[in-house]
């Protein structure tokens, strides 16, 4: 049976949202002959100790805590954060965080307004650590934003059990879209999908409107901005499995197999299409 490991760095409020996310891959890939354990990280640098080959998920909300700290640090951390995570070509996963803030009056003294400054940062950072580093974005924030954090009962924290089962189903399937090729067969995750959006049911409705490849569940101008991110990590993964090959540090057997696959997941010309971004991508830095 194949193993899949998963650890997770996110906040004490997120937990039941992991919690439920394990459970719903559990059903999905059970059937695929493959079974998901789950490692804790209790901060950065235990999730970067994670054994080899384990798909890392960090939630940016973490940053949620220093609202003190200058941006342009913070940001910076966050970019070293994940270029080490991603070094040693092991999937990485970041979380944005649910835009809506809300404390009472009495208990602010512009915090609120703060958070809501360092959440739209830290969600338009998450694009851009896509760009660099071929993190996959799950983006929480666009799964919730589309119901409310008024209908929701929540804010940032995720204390409702309707916005926990959201963000798990959306989670989940980001998993399995995105992160389990060096697991699986393309017609095995393919199958694993179909599972879980029969458990998925909110998740369903959405997708059912949307490409496959976006990553979160939203529409228009937001289809337009996440779609965006899909694609990018797609090429920068690209990019970075060429700069490998190059330099040695993956067989050219183990590139062949996830061409293979690649081709059977996305097409002969998406594929193509990809192969020559990440070249792009690739060049781009000693050209300019």
């Known amino acids: 049976?194949?193993?899949?490991?998963?650890?997770?760095?996110?906040?004490?409020?997120?937990?039941?949202?992991?919690?439920?996310?394990?459970?719903?891959?559990?059903?999905?890939l059970e059937a695929e002959g493959a079974s998901v354990s789950h490692m804790v990280?209790?901060?950065?640098?235990?999730?970067?100790?994670?054994?080899?080959?384990?798909?890392?998920?960090m939630s940016l909300a973490h940053e949620l805590t220093n609202t003190h700290v200058p941006w342009v640090q913070v940001a910076h951390t966050l970019d070293q954060r994940c270029a080490?995570?991603?070094?040693?070509?092991?999937?990485?996963?970041?979380?944005?965080?649910?835009?809506?803030?809300?404390?009472?009056?009495?208990?602010?003294?512009?915090?609120?307004?703060?958070?809501?400054?360092?959440i739209r940062r830290l969600n338009f950072l998450a694009a851009e650590l896509s760009r660099r580093h071929g993190v996959f974005v799950a983006d929480l924030d666009r799964m919730l934003a589309d119901t409310g954090g008024t209908t929701l009962n929540t804010d940032y924290r995720l204390r409702s059990d309707t916005a926990a089962m959201i963000a798990a189903q959306g989670l989940a399937l980001v998993v399995v879209n995105n992160a389990l090729d060096a697991f699986m067969p393309f017609e095995a995750q393919e199958r694993a999908k179909a599972t879980l959006m029969a458990e998925c049911p909110v998740q369903r409705n959405a997708a059912s409107?949307?490409?496959?490849?976006?990553?979160?569940?939203?529409?228009?101008?937001?289809?337009?901005?996440?779609?965006?991110?899909?694609?990018?990590?797609?090429?920068?993964?690209?990019?970075?499995?060429?700069?490998?090959?190059l330099t040695g540090q993956v067989p050219p057997g183990q590139a062949f197999e996830k061409l293979v696959s690649a081709v059977r997941k996305r097409g002969l010309r998406?594929?193509?299409?990809?192969?020559?971004?990440?070249?792009?991508r690739l060049l781009r830095p000693s050209a300019s």
Do not use: W
């Not at 899949?4 to 999905?28: C, D, W, Y």
């Not at 209790?42 to 080899?52: G, I, Q, V």
């Not at 990485?92 to 003294?109: A, C, L």
């Not at 998406?270 to 792009?280: E, H, K, V």
């Open 1 to 28: 049976m194949t193993q899949i490991h998963i650890a997770t760095f996110v906040t004490e409020n997120e937990q039941p949202t992991i919690s439920r996310t394990m459970t719903l891959l559990r059903k999905g």
């Open 209 to 245: 409107v949307m490409p496959q490849e976006v990553i979160a569940m939203g529409r228009g101008r937001r289809r337009q901005v996440v779609t965006t991110i899909t694609d990018t990590v797609e090429e920068n993964h690209m990019a970075t499995l060429i700069r490998r090959v």
């Open 41 to 57: 990280a209790t901060d950065y640098d235990s999730l970067l100790a994670m054994p080899a080959g384990s798909l890392r998920v």
């Open 270 to 280: 998406d594929s193509f299409d990809a192969i020559s971004s990440g070249m792009f």
């Open 84 to 118: 080490l995570l991603c070094e040693r070509g092991d999937p990485v996963m970041i979380t944005t965080v649910f835009r809506h803030v809300d404390i009472p009056d009495e208990d602010d003294g512009g915090y609120s307004h703060a958070l809501r400054i360092r």
